[in-house]
Protein backbone atom coordinates (compact mmCIF):
# COMPACT_ATOMS: atom_id res chain seq x y z
CA UNK A 1 0.00 0.00 0.00
CA UNK A 2 1.28 3.47 -1.11
CA UNK A 3 0.08 6.83 1.06
CA UNK A 4 0.77 10.24 -0.79
CA UNK A 5 0.44 13.33 1.60
CA UNK A 6 0.80 16.65 -0.52
CA UNK A 7 1.57 20.01 0.90
CA UNK A 8 3.06 23.57 0.08
CA UNK A 9 0.13 24.89 -1.63
CA UNK A 10 -1.12 28.71 -1.06
CA UNK A 11 -1.70 32.07 -2.50
CA UNK A 12 0.29 33.77 -4.82
CA UNK A 13 0.16 36.46 -7.04
CA UNK A 14 0.46 36.20 -11.15
CA UNK A 15 4.40 35.68 -11.84
CA UNK A 16 5.13 34.20 -8.52
CA UNK A 17 6.57 30.90 -7.73
CA UNK A 18 5.48 27.94 -4.92
CA UNK A 19 7.02 24.46 -4.36
CA UNK A 20 4.61 21.63 -3.71
CA UNK A 21 5.87 18.54 -1.85
CA UNK A 22 4.53 14.74 -2.05
CA UNK A 23 5.53 12.90 1.29
CA UNK A 24 5.08 9.42 0.13
CA UNK A 25 4.95 5.64 2.39
CA UNK A 26 4.95 2.29 1.44
CA UNK A 27 8.17 -0.37 0.86
CA UNK A 28 7.77 -0.08 -2.75
CA UNK A 29 7.19 3.61 -3.30
CA UNK A 30 10.73 4.15 -4.87
CA UNK A 31 9.42 1.70 -7.72
CA UNK A 32 6.85 3.74 -8.80
CA UNK A 33 6.92 6.75 -11.39
CA UNK A 34 5.30 9.50 -10.10
CA UNK A 35 2.97 12.03 -11.21
CA UNK A 36 1.50 15.52 -10.81
CA UNK A 37 -2.54 16.42 -11.57
CA UNK A 38 -5.01 18.95 -11.57
CA UNK A 39 -8.40 20.01 -11.47
CA UNK A 40 -9.88 23.62 -11.58
CA UNK A 41 -13.36 23.91 -10.42
CA UNK A 42 -15.70 22.92 -12.66
CA UNK A 43 -13.20 20.70 -15.14
CA UNK A 44 -11.86 17.68 -15.24
CA UNK A 45 -8.75 16.61 -13.49
CA UNK A 46 -5.20 16.86 -15.99
CA UNK A 47 -2.22 15.95 -16.26
CA UNK A 48 0.54 18.21 -15.04
CA UNK A 49 3.90 16.32 -15.16
CA UNK A 50 5.45 12.81 -14.61
CA UNK A 51 8.30 11.30 -13.71
CA UNK A 52 10.01 8.00 -13.69
CA UNK A 53 11.20 5.93 -10.70
CA UNK A 54 14.70 6.53 -11.50
CA UNK A 55 13.82 10.22 -11.95
CA UNK A 56 15.33 9.81 -15.70
CA UNK A 57 12.89 10.61 -17.67
CA UNK A 58 9.85 13.34 -17.31
CA UNK A 59 7.23 14.20 -19.17
CA UNK A 60 5.31 17.53 -19.29
CA UNK A 61 2.42 19.10 -20.12
CA UNK A 62 2.90 21.35 -22.44
CA UNK A 63 1.80 24.77 -20.72
CA UNK A 64 3.83 24.49 -18.03
CA UNK A 65 7.05 23.63 -19.96
CA UNK A 66 9.91 25.92 -18.88
CA UNK A 67 7.76 27.18 -15.77
CA UNK A 68 7.53 23.93 -13.81
CA UNK A 69 10.21 21.49 -12.42
CA UNK A 70 9.41 17.77 -10.73
CA UNK A 71 11.99 16.15 -9.12
CA UNK A 72 12.33 12.91 -6.49
CA UNK A 73 14.07 12.34 -4.14
CA UNK A 74 13.99 8.44 -3.46
CA UNK A 75 15.43 8.50 0.09
CA UNK A 76 13.38 11.03 1.54
CA UNK A 77 10.21 9.14 -0.47
CA UNK A 78 9.22 12.24 -1.76
CA UNK A 79 8.55 14.17 -5.06
CA UNK A 80 8.49 17.93 -5.50
CA UNK A 81 6.91 20.02 -8.26
CA UNK A 82 8.94 23.47 -8.44
CA UNK A 83 6.05 25.95 -10.07
CA UNK A 84 7.70 29.47 -11.37
CA UNK A 85 6.10 32.44 -13.44
CA UNK A 86 2.89 31.56 -12.14
CA UNK A 87 -0.77 32.06 -14.10
CA UNK A 88 -3.84 32.71 -13.26
CA UNK A 89 -5.05 29.91 -15.27
CA UNK A 90 -2.46 27.29 -13.55
CA UNK A 91 -4.67 27.98 -10.09
CA UNK A 92 -6.46 24.45 -9.30
CA UNK A 93 -6.35 21.61 -6.42
CA UNK A 94 -2.77 19.64 -7.39
CA UNK A 95 -2.80 16.01 -6.56
CA UNK A 96 0.27 13.69 -6.37
CA UNK A 97 -0.40 10.18 -8.08
CA UNK A 98 1.50 7.13 -8.02
CA UNK A 99 1.90 4.00 -11.18
CA UNK A 100 3.67 1.30 -11.89
CA UNK A 101 5.13 3.16 -15.25
CA UNK A 102 5.76 6.88 -16.52
CA UNK A 103 2.13 8.06 -18.19
CA UNK A 104 -0.38 10.74 -18.44
CA UNK A 105 -4.15 8.74 -17.64
CA UNK A 106 -5.70 9.43 -14.84
CA UNK A 107 -6.19 5.71 -15.06
CA UNK A 108 -2.76 4.58 -15.71
CA UNK A 109 -2.71 5.91 -11.50
CA UNK A 110 -2.71 3.71 -8.26
CA UNK A 111 -2.44 5.89 -5.85
CA UNK A 112 -3.18 9.23 -5.30
CA UNK A 113 -3.43 11.78 -2.31
CA UNK A 114 -5.62 14.51 -1.30
CA UNK A 115 -4.50 17.12 -3.15
CA UNK A 116 -3.49 21.09 -2.04
CA UNK A 117 -5.02 23.64 -3.25
CA UNK A 118 -2.44 26.31 -5.72
CA UNK A 119 -4.65 30.00 -6.26
CA UNK A 120 -2.56 32.20 -8.18
CA UNK A 121 -4.47 36.02 -8.07
CA UNK A 122 -3.96 38.26 -10.94
Known amino acids: QVQLVESGGGLVQAGGSLRLSCAAS????????MAWFRQAPGKEREFVVA????????YYVDSVKGRFTISRDNAKKTVYLQMNSLKPEDTAVYYC???????????????WGQGTQVTVSS
Open 26 to 33: GRTVRSYA
Open 51 to 58: ISWSGGNT
Open 97 to 111: AAAPQIATMTSEYDY
